[in-house]
């Protein structure tokens, strides 16, 4: 079992800067397939970005050159560093944990959600 809990969100301009945390707990979390995930309004969670043991990271096209996504398994955190924001990174971002052979590029391979954390973008 895995919980995990974001951070960090909140209200940027255009241009900045914002580090989003998740914080898991639960003895796998250190070898989980971590991945953020976003979503807008009225739509289905869209892949961000991911980080695994075997499979290292990924980055979804819109997240490439803007979006850094790290973890710290000595403290159980996996952060998301982005950069540039723009008003379209304007969603909820979601934290989500699987196993880790799962090469977690999809919403639906992910067991374990965090609450999320609202991220808004003023032009």
């Known amino acids: 079992q895995v919980q995990l809990v974001e951070s960090g969100g909140g209200l940027v301009q255009a241009g900045g800067s914002l580090r989003l945390s998740c914080a898991g707990s639960?003895?796998?979390?250190?070898?989980?397939?971590m991945g953020w995930f976003r979503q807008f309004p009225g739509k289905e969670h869209e892949f961000v970005a991911r980080?695994?043991?075997?499979?290292?990271?990924n980055y979804a096209d819109s997240a490439k050159d803007r979006f850094t996504i790290s973890r710290d398994n000595a403290k159980n955190m996996v952060y998301l560093q982005m950069n540039n924001l723009k008003p379209e990174d304007t969603a909820v971002y979601y934290c989500?944990?699987?196993?880790?052979?799962?090469?977690?590029?999809?919403?639906?391979?992910?067991?374990?959600w965090g609450q999320g954390t609202q991220v808004t973008v003023s032009s």
């Open positions: 989500a944990a699987t196993s880790d052979y799962k090469r977690g590029l999809t919403r639906d391979e992910y067991y374990y």
């Open positions: 639960g003895r796998t979390f250190r070898w989980s397939t």
């Open positions: 980080i695994s043991s075997p499979y290292g990271t």
